[in-house]
C-alpha cells in the first residue's frame, strides 16, 4: 500500500499563490496515476486534478484551468500542485490521492483513486 503525505497547507490571502507537496513512500508509484482533491465545509469532495506517474499526461477540472497546475517528480515520488489567484471559495481540505490502476484506465473526472493522504487544510483570508 502506497502512503501519501501532503504539505504546504496554510492561512493566505485573496490571491495569493501556494504550492502543495505530496511525497509517496512505501511502493513504488511507478504506473499510478496520482491526483488532488478537495473538500470544503459542507461540500462534497471534488476531483482538481490527476496526473501519469512520470507526468507525461494530466487533466486539470474546468474550474480549476488557469490558477491551478500539477505536476510531478518521478525521481522523488512527489507530486506538486501549484495554485495562483487563490479566492475564499478554494478553502478547502486538500488531499493528495493515488490510483493504482495506470493512466490509460482513467475515466475522467471520475478518477477512482484507492489511496489518501491525510490532508492539507488551505484558508484563504479575504
Known amino acids: 500500500q502506497v502512503r501519501l503525505v501532503e504539505s504546504g497547507g496554510g492561512l493566505v490571502q485573496v490571491g495569493d499563490s501556494l504550492r502543495l507537496s505530496c511525497t509517496a513512500s512505501g511502493r513504488t508509484i511507478s504506473r499510478y496515476t496520482m491526483g488532488w482533491s478537495r473538500q470544503a465545509p459542507g461540500k462534497e469532495r471534488e476531483v482538481i486534478a490527476a496526473i501519469e506517474y512520470d507526468g507525461r499526461s494530466a487533466r486539470v477540472a474546468d474550474y480549476a484551468q488557469g490558477r491551478f497546475t500539477v505536476s510531478s517528480d518521478n525521481a522523488k515520488n512527489t507530486m506538486y500542485l501549484e495554485m495562483n489567484s487563490l479566492k475564499p471559495e478554494d478553502t478547502a481540505v486538500y488531499s493528495c490521492?493515488?490510483?493504482?490502476?495506470?493512466?490509460?484506465?482513467?475515466?475522467?473526472?471520475?478518477?477512482?483513486?484507492?489511496?489518501w493522504g491525510q490532508g492539507t487544510q488551505v484558508t484563504v483570508s479575504s
Open positions: 490521492a493515488a490510483d493504482s490502476r495506470p493512466w490509460t484506465a482513467l475515466d475522467w473526472p471520475h478518477v477512482g483513486f484507492d489511496s
